[in-house]
C-alpha cells in the first residue's frame, strides 16, 4: 500500500527565498508523480507530473525531481513569492492496472510567503 | 478548453438524507476520478471511471456510489449521509487515467 509523506506541515519564508519542499512515497512502484497547490476553499491546481522514467521536470520558477531508488521527490521554488503562499501536495500514481485514476495524496506543506 | 466544472458548489443536507453531486471533464477526457478532502483524513480516492466503467474503488463504504454517461460526465452519489461525510468532494479528468489530472473547484458538503 502506497503512503506519501510531506515535511515540512508547514513552512514561512521572506520573499525572495529559494526553498525546497519534499516528498517521500513508501513503494516504489511509482508510476508518476505530481505536484499541485491549493487555495484556501479551492480546488488543485496541477504544477508538474513527473514520469517515473524522468527525473525532473521544470516550469518556470518550479523544479520538481524525482528518485525511485529513495522514494523521494522534491519541489524547488526559486525567488518566492507572496502569490505562491498555498497548501503544496504531492501525490503518486502506482503502475499496475488497478491504479487506474487513483492518486495517493500527502497531507500537503502550507506554505506562506511574507513580503 | 474549458476546465472541469462541478456542480453544485454548496450543498447543506441533514443526516439520513441522499445527495448526488455532478462533474462535467474537460473536453476530450474520458477518465474521471473523485476524491474526498477532509481536515483529518486529507484527500482520499472514491473512485475512477472510464468510458462509462468503473475501474477502481477506494476503500469506502456502498453508500457512495458513481457512474458515468456516455459524454463522460459523472456524478456520485451518497446514500443515508452520516455527519461525517462532511467534506469537500473533488472531480478530476485526465485522458487516460494514469496521466496529469485536472481537478474541479470542488464541492462543499455540510451534514447537519
Known amino acids: 500500500k502506497q503512503e506519501v509523506t510531506q515535511i515540512p506541515a508547514a513552512l514561512s519564508v521572506p520573499e525572495g527565498e529559494n526553498l525546497v519542499l519534499n516528498c517521500s512515497f513508501t513503494d516504489s512502484a511509482i508510476y508518476n508523480l505530481q505536484w499541485f497547490r491549493q487555495d484556501p476553499g479551492k480546488g488543485l491546481t496541477s504544477l508538474l507530473l513527473i514520469q517515473s522514467s524522468q527525473r525532473e521536470q521544470t516550469s518556470g520558477r518550479l523544479n520538481a525531481s524525482l528518485d525511485k531508488s529513495s522514494g523521494r521527490s522534491t519541489l524547488y521554488i526559486a525567488a518566492s513569492q507572496p502569490g505562491d503562499s498555498a497548501t503544496y501536495l504531492c501525490?503518486?500514481?502506482?503502475?499496475?492496472?488497478?491504479?487506474?485514476?487513483?492518486?495517493?495524496f500527502g497531507q500537503g506543506t502550507i506554505l506562506t510567503v511574507h513580503p | 478548453k474549458a476546465g472541469v466544472t462541478q456542480t453544485p458548489r454548496y450543498l447543506i443536507k441533514t443526516r439520513g438524507q441522499q445527495v448526488t453531486l455532478s462533474c462535467s471533464p474537460i473536453?476530450?477526457?474520458?477518465?474521471v476520478s473523485w476524491y474526498q478532502q477532509t481536515p483529518g483524513q486529507g484527500l482520499q480516492f472514491l473512485f475512477e471511471?472510464?468510458?462509462?466503467?468503473?475501474?477502481n474503488k477506494g476503500n469506502f463504504p456502498g453508500r457512495f456510489s458513481g457512474r458515468q454517461f456516455s459524454n463522460s460526465r459523472s456524478e456520485m452519489n451518497v446514500s443515508t449521509l452520516e455527519l461525517g461525510d462532511s467534506a469537500l468532494y473533488l472531480c478530476a479528468s485526465s485522458l487516460l487515467g494514469t496521466d496529469t489530472q485536472y481537478f474541479g473547484p470542488g464541492t462543499r458538503l455540510t451534514v447537519l
Open positions: 473536453s476530450g477526457h474520458r477518465s
Open positions: 501525490a503518486g500514481l502506482n503502475a499496475g492496472g488497478t491504479s487506474y485514476g487513483k492518486l495517493t
Open positions: 471511471y472510464f468510458s462509462e466503467t468503473q475501474r
